[in-house]
Structure formats: structure tokens, C-alpha cells
T-cell receptor, first 114, second 115 residues
Framework: KQEVTQIPAALSVPEGENLVLNCSFTDSAIYNLQWFRQDPGKGLTSLLLIQSSQREQTSGRLNASLDKSSGRSTLYIAASQPGDSATYLCAVRRFIQGAQKLVFGQGTRLTINP | DAGVIQSPRHEVTEMGQEVTLRCKPISGHDYLFWYRQTMMRGLELLIYFNNNVPIDDSGMPEDRFSAKMPNASFSNLKIQPSEPRDSAVYFC?????????????FGSGTRLTVV
């Protein structure tokens, strides 16, 4: 059974710092990995998608890496801003016996202090 | 592109009543997913459809829950009768094909409160 773990569960840093959020998964047979952002009381916004054959993806101040062999992904946020405060979720997509699964971690709640 | 559209945004109902949640996927997306989010259990997949056909409903909690997708542009999730433990945020998501290029797009969710 695929399990996805995100550490830490919560993180608080001062504005301007660079930071890394971690995601680990137990089964390396993934299709792709997606990072989402969720603001309180809102839906999930897709930030980055990394295909299983890729090593990293970048969008603006965000960079996501993927190491399938070690079952790890990281989300790097450069020059953090208070507007980055949200919960960040990673999810791995797998196909099992013809059925697809998107398995989520529990998320990291990020607070950027002005 | 209007994204995945869910309605209503909020629903408050009394225990025992029927609840219907609605979802319009992104045009051209052939997969539709229903998720439930709670503090205790996080995001759980309830059911998903491919080309309007239910593929995996193993996450549906019990017979009180049912979901249909009568056409490519609409799905609903019904709870009858509703119970307080059904209180959660219900998300609909859609995806196009099975290419590794494609991810999921989520709607804004329906916050259900059963009193």
C-alpha cells in the first residue's frame, strides 16, 4: 500500500527565507507527483507536476524535485513571502490493476511571518 | 477555462435529510473524482469515473452514499440519509487521460455540515 508522508507537519519562518518542504513515499512505482497548495477554507491549487521520468520542475519561486529511487520529493520556495502561507500537499499518482490512485500526504502547514 | 465547478459551496442540513452535491468537470477531461476531506483522515478518494463509467467506488463509506455521472459534463454525489459524521468538505476533481503529463484539477469544494 502506497503511503505518503510529509515532514514537518507545520513550519513557521520569517519572511524572505528560502525553505524546503519534504514528501516521501513508500512505493517508487509512481506515474507522477503533484504539489498542491490549499488556503484555509479553499480548494486545492496545483503548483507543480513532475512526471516519473523527470527530476525537477520549476515555476517562479518554486522548484520541485523528484528522486524516485529514494522515494522522496522536495518543494523549494525561494524568498518566502507572507502570501505563501498555506498548507502544502504532495500527492503521488499510481495505476494499480487498471485503477488509478492519487494518494495524498497529510500536508505541511506553512506560516511566513512578516 | 472555468475550472472544475462545484455547487453548492456550503450546505447545512439536518440529520436524516438527503444531500446532493454537484460537479461540472473541465470540458475534455475524461476522469472525474470525488474526494472527502476531514481533519482526522485528510483527503480520501470516494469514487472515480472514466468516460462517465464508475471505475472504483471502494472508498464510498456505505450504502448511504451514491454517485452518478449521467454525462460528460455533470456528476452528483448523494447522501441519504445524512448523518453528523458525514460533515466534511467534499471535493470534485477532473483529469484528462492517463498521460504522465496530466495532473488533477480540483474544484473549490462543498462544505457539508449535518446537524
Amino acid at each position: 500500500k502506497q503511503e505518503v508522508t510529509q515532514i514537518p507537519a507545520a513550519l513557521s519562518v520569517p519572511e524572505g527565507e528560502n525553505l524546503v518542504l519534504n514528501c516521501s513515499f513508500t512505493d517508487s512505482a509512481i506515474y507522477n507527483l503533484q504539489w498542491f497548495r490549499q488556503d484555509p477554507g479553499k480548494g486545492l491549487t496545483s503548483l507543480l507536476l513532475i512526471q516519473s521520468s523527470q527530476r525537477e520542475q520549476t515555476s517562479g519561486r518554486l522548484n520541485a524535485s523528484l528522486d524516485k529511487s529514494s522515494g522522496r520529493s522536495t518543494l523549494y520556495i525561494a524568498a518566502s513571502q507572507p502570501g505563501d502561507s498555506a498548507t502544502y500537499l504532495c500527492a503521488v499518482r499510481r495505476f494499480i490493476q487498471g485503477a488509478q490512485k492519487l494518494v495524498f500526504g497529510q500536508g505541511t502547514r506553512l506560516t511566513i511571518n512578516p | 477555462d472555468a475550472g472544475v465547478i462545484q455547487s453548492p459551496r456550503h450546505e447545512v442540513t439536518e440529520m436524516g435529510q438527503e444531500v446532493t452535491l454537484r460537479c461540472k468537470p473541465i470540458s475534455g477531461h475524461d476522469y472525474l473524482f470525488w474526494y472527502r476531506q476531514t481533519m482526522m483522515r485528510g483527503l480520501e478518494l470516494l469514487i472515480y469515473f472514466n468516460n462517465n463509467v464508475p471505475i472504483d467506488d471502494s472508498g464510498m463509506p456505505e450504502d448511504r452514499f451514491s454517485a452518478k455521472m449521467p454525462n460528460a459534463s455533470f456528476s452528483n454525489l448523494k447522501i441519504q440519509p445524512s448523518e453528523p459524521r458525514d460533515s466534511a468538505v467534499y471535493f470534485c476533481a477532473s483529469s484528462r487521460g492517463t498521460s504522465r503529463n496530466y495532473g488533477y484539477t480540483f474544484g473549490s469544494g462543498t462544505r457539508l455540515t449535518v446537524v
